[in-house]
């Protein structure tokens, strides 16, 4: 697969708006966009330092997969993105080298971003993710 750069950083967080302010007021970022992606129980907040974002998702529902996430680790580091040339060939690659996936065929991700996870157990515990600008 061919990496263009890190993407985002996706960080779990319990409350978006708390979360939003410190970034905001501390870091002195500023929010460009707050979005729901229905398909993964998530508020997202974006903010951009440099080529690569801030992702801050917050889950809309205890079952889905952050709030799950933040039930049994508590809020904190999520995963890492990062910005691949081909996603459909980025994921055919990494299974052919014996890596698990969580999505064999990309998604529909934030920001149109078509997008697809690697299992952590392949990834040395780092919920890795793929994707793809397509609009680009
Ligand atoms: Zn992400």
New binding site residues.
């Given amino acids: 697969m061919e990496v263009t750069h890190i993407e985002?950083i996706?960080i779990a967080v319990e409350n978006l708006e708390q979360s939003i302010a410190f970034y905001e007021n501390v870091m002195g970022l500023k929010c460009y966009g707050i979005e729901e992606v229905q398909d993964q129980k998530v508020r997202t907040a974006f903010f951009k330092v440099g080529d690569t974002k801030i992702?801050l998702l917050e889950s809309t529902s205890p079952d889905g997969p952050i709030g799950k996430f933040v039930e049994k680790k508590g809020q904190g580091m999520h995963?890492i993105?990062f910005a691949v040339k081909n996603i459909e060939d980025s994921l055919k690659n990494a299974e052919e080298k014996g890596v698990k996936l969580i999505d064999t065929t990309p998604r529909n991700?934030?920001e149109g971003l078509s997008?697809g996870f690697l299992h952590p157990k392949s990834t040395n515990g780092v919920l890795t993710?793929l994707?793809e600008d397509k609009n680009k």
């Fill in positions: 985002h996706g992702e995963h993105a991700g934030a997008i993710e994707c």
